[in-house]
């Protein structure tokens, strides 16, 4: 392995451990869904404030083993590419600082995070909260085609906020093989043995799908137009067994069954599916080790002195149908289809009917996960 390929590798590791480990602080009893890549957005804009060990928990959080300049580097060139998107995959990533008007952000802050992130800066007025609040949402709902409307409300803006770092992210691509809708058909789906409920679920019979398995998953990879993009399913090979799954899966795991995904003929049944999701992560953050970025002893010095982080939120949406997928928030896995081995098999089948996990990746870079209950 060159020593580029070994760094890129370990990437998607880091990058695939923080989303599992955001994954397993939420209740994985029911549908959520979150974009690993937006909240790493987000708190790049953090990093570059940051210093000294407030600024290396978040590095560590975000790329382990990285040094600051990789984490730069690595993140402006994932929103590049994501930006590079073709064949009709729309993808839209914005970066912004709203700021209190009267509060003085370094000009050297504003002039990295613009150039790192192209991040833009706007002042508000926070004491009219209702405007400010107005003004972030708009950013919000303009760079996510309108799907997420509101991030935060009037009584958040308190008295001693003073700045409100924001990424917006928004995918939406057709798929490669498209479902027929004639084919779409009402069936069960269980998300516990003596409670199912019915669903419309999307079929491709005898279907050349990129597949692969070990002994815990069923793995499904779909990709977009632009095949650099693909939403993959991990089904549980025991019915109700998502949430043992979660606990003992590990991103190299995952990792391997992303880029292992091999042409196979595949029977898929796969529900269609709309989930939205709000999650506050501080919590979830400290425990995957941003400490002291939340607390008193904060240093975001170069930003300004004498602030922390207060919150972070992210609400993110996936809409999955029989055209493709709509998903925003802001955070996705790609597997490439081989081609075909010319030879009669037997179909794999693949029947979705009870709770998955599923990324959303572009070249194996989660951009989404969540899970399917």
């Not at 560590?60 to 083993?65: I, R």
Request: proline share 3%; with cysteine.
């Amino acid at each position: 392995m060159s020593d580029n390929c070994e760094k890129m590798a370990l990437l998607l590791q880091s990058e695939t451990d923080f989303g599992l480990g955001l994954l397993r602080q939420q209740n994985i009893s029911e549908s959520l869904v979150f974009s690993p890549l937006s909240i790493a957005l987000a708190l790049s804009l953090v990093h570059v404030a940051a210093r000294g060990e407030t600024r290396d928990q978040i590095r560590e959080v975000l790329v382990k083993g990285a040094t600051d300049e990789q984490l730069e580097q690595h993140f402006a060139n994932i929103s590049a590419s994501l930006l590079a998107a073709e064949k009709g995959t729309q993808v839209n990533i914005a970066n912004h600082v709203f700021s209190k008007s009267n509060f003085t952000i370094k000009q050297t802050y504003l002039d990295d995070v613009k150039k790192l992130y192209n991040a833009g800066a706007t002042p508000l007025d926070f004491n009219n909260k209702e405007a400010s609040a107005q003004a972030i949402n708009d950013f919000v709902s303009k760079n996510t085609g309108e799907h997420i409307k509101k991030i935060i409300s009037a009584d958040a803006i308190s008295d001693d906020l003073v700045a409100v770092l924001t990424n917006a992210l928004y995918f939406k691509a057709d798929w490669q093989n498209k479902f027929k809708p004639e084919a779409t058909f009402k069936g069960e789906f269980f998300t516990t043995a003596d409670s199912p409920r019915e669903v419309d679920f999307l079929r491709a019979s005898g279907a050349n799908r990129a597949y692969a398995e070990n002994d815990q998953f069923q793995v499904l990879s779909l990709p977009y137009k632009d095949d650099t993009f693909a939403l993959t399913i991990f089904l549980p090979k025991t019915r109700f067994g998502l949430s043992d799954a979660l606990n003992s899966i590990d991103s190299a795991t995952i990792q391997h069954l992303l880029s292992n995904a091999s042409n196979s003929l595949v029977n898929v049944r796969i529900p269609k599916w709309k989930i939205e999701s709000e999650l506050s992560l501080k919590q979830a953050l400290e425990k995957l080790g941003i400490q002291k970025a939340f607390d008193d002893s904060a240093d975001l010095g170069n930003l300004a002195d004498g602030i922390f982080v207060s919150a972070v939120s992210h609400k993110a949406l996936i809409e999955v149908d029989e055209d493709g997928t709509k998903a925003a928030a802001a955070t996705t896995v790609s597997i490439s289809l081989k081609s075909a081995p010319m030879f009669l098999e037997e179909p794999k089948d693949f029947i979705a009917d009870h709770p998955f996990l599923f990324v959303l990746s572009k070249d194996n870079h989660p951009l989404f996960v969540g899970l399917h209950h």
